[in-house]
């Protein structure tokens, strides 16, 4: 950070055009400028060599000459003779050069149209880095140059519509520092009349999705940057359909089709594979709330130790009406925003409450089992019921906290609290 500091300070005192040349970079050489350059090559490589025969063949001939000529005994008629060859020859040699003498626009017209056609820089440092999402470098910049805010690519997208294309929150998020300055380039437009609720609508690459487990988590995901997005851009964006006739609406629902069937398919198998424990432990503990051990109290006429199991009754009765739900949903594109990961959230939780609750009733069974002599038997029971819940902790717990981030922390992953463009002056 200090070099770059260093680097970038030197540079953002040359003058306006130093620097957009500097943060342009090179242009890039296209298909049909590297077929002119091989063109040009070959055809001086073809001039040279011709060259190299034509001056060796009027070697050879004037040599030729000269050996037939002192055989002549007329001398007059053999300087004559030879001098109107070496015109012909010359003659020759000067109408071959102009032939091969090198491509012209005549003969490669795609040469002269290289000067009028726009040239395309795709290699601008500053899109370059918001596009694999380095938020200190692209704040360090502006800092010092806040026109940075302003540029477009080849593509008329400033580096904000760059940050959502590829998903990348930090950079989005310099909006809210920017003030009223957003309304002017939120409603910028692409080549193919894309906006920016148009470039979030189409689906997040593989890598980004990667980022959040589970399909419908990143459904989820996608929903909220649209939300977002959508609350950014003015109103009379929201509706503007791009070159292919689609609004932003129709686009996301065309390119998260795919997205939308996964995440149905995970959410169905995770919570079939929840609702069959959740119903093993329900059957469980409602036969043994009448089949407790202790036996039915004839004294106070009731059975000892149905607190427990009561609980685990009721908590895996509402986990399995909670995978139900899951199962019978119309998994409609809006469902994956909160309705479907709070569902799962909450059968996660009673089926957790449900195993620990039936974990607690097994091992203070043992204590009415046992004699007092015999205490140390049920400690031990005690210590490896335990086992269930810290396995089912493990294995759960990266998906439950996964659901709980993803509904809940995710509210804050836009609009920061904390500043990182422009820093305030504290109050004195």
């Not at 399909?215 to 503007?240: C, D, G, H, T």
Request: aromatic share 8%; charged share 20%; glycine share 4%.
């Amino acid at each position: 950070m200090q070099l770059l500091r260093i680097i970038w300070g030197n540079i953002a005192k040359k003058s306006k055009k130093d620097i957009d040349d500097i943060i342009r970079g090179p242009a890039d050489l296209k298909q049909d400028d590297k077929q002119t350059s091989g063109i040009i090559d070959q055809t001086l490589k073809l001039q040279k060599l011709i060259s190299e025969r034509i001056v060796s063949m009027h070697v050879d001939i004037q040599n030729k000459i000269r050996g037939v000529m002192l055989d002549i005994r007329k001398e007059d008629q053999a300087l004559q003779l030879e001098k109107l060859i070496s015109e012909h020859i010359a003659k020759m040699h000067v109408e071959t050069q102009n032939i091969i003498k090198g491509p012209t626009t005549s003969n490669f017209p795609h040469v002269a149209l290289l000067g009028n056609t726009k040239k395309t820089y795709s290699s601008r440092i500053l899109f370059v880095a918001a596009e694999m999402g380095n938020v200190t470098f692209v704040v360090e910049l502006i800092r010092q140059y806040p026109d940075l805010i302003w540029k477009v690519n080849d593509n008329n997208q400033s580096i904000f519509h760059i940050a959502v294309k590829h998903r990348h929150e930090g950079i989005y998020n310099l909006l809210y520092e920017i003030g009223s300055m957003k309304d002017l380039i939120t409603p910028l437009k692409d080549k193919k009349d894309n906006n920016m609720l148009h470039l979030v609508g189409k689906s997040a690459k593989q890598k980004r999705l990667e980022d959040v487990s589970g399909v419908a988590l990143q459904m989820q995901r996608e929903l909220l940057w649209f939300k977002e997005v959508e609350a950014m851009i003015p109103p009379s964006y929201r509706e503007r359909k791009n070159k292919d006739g689609l609004t932003p609406y129709e686009l996301f629902t065309k390119e998260h089709k795919e997205l939308v069937t996964q995440g149905e398919k995970w959410m169905k198998g995770t919570a079939s594979q929840c609702m069959v424990v959740a119903a093993l432990i329900a059957t469980i503990v409602f036969a043994a709330a009448f089949a407790v051990p202790g036996g039915y109290d004839q004294t106070n006429d009731k059975t000892n130790g149905q607190q427990n199991d009561a609980i685990s009754l009721f908590a895996s009765s509402t986990s399995i009406l909670m995978f139900l739900s899951i199962l019978t949903s119309r998994y409609a594109e809006r469902d994956f925003l909160e309705s479907l990961p709070t569902k799962l959230m909450l059968g996660l939780a009673t089926l957790f409450l449900s195993v620990t609750t039936m974990t607690i009733t097994f091992s203070v069974s043992f204590f009415v089992l046992y004699p007092k002599g015999l205490l140390w038997m049920p400690i031990i029971i005690s210590v490896f019921t335990v086992l269930p819940v810290l396995l089912y902790m493990v294995l759960q717990y990266g998906l439950f906290i996964d659901v709980i981030r993803s509904t809940y922390a995710s509210r804050y992953l836009f609009k920061p609290q904390k500043h990182v463009l422009y820093y305030r002056n504290p109050k004195v």
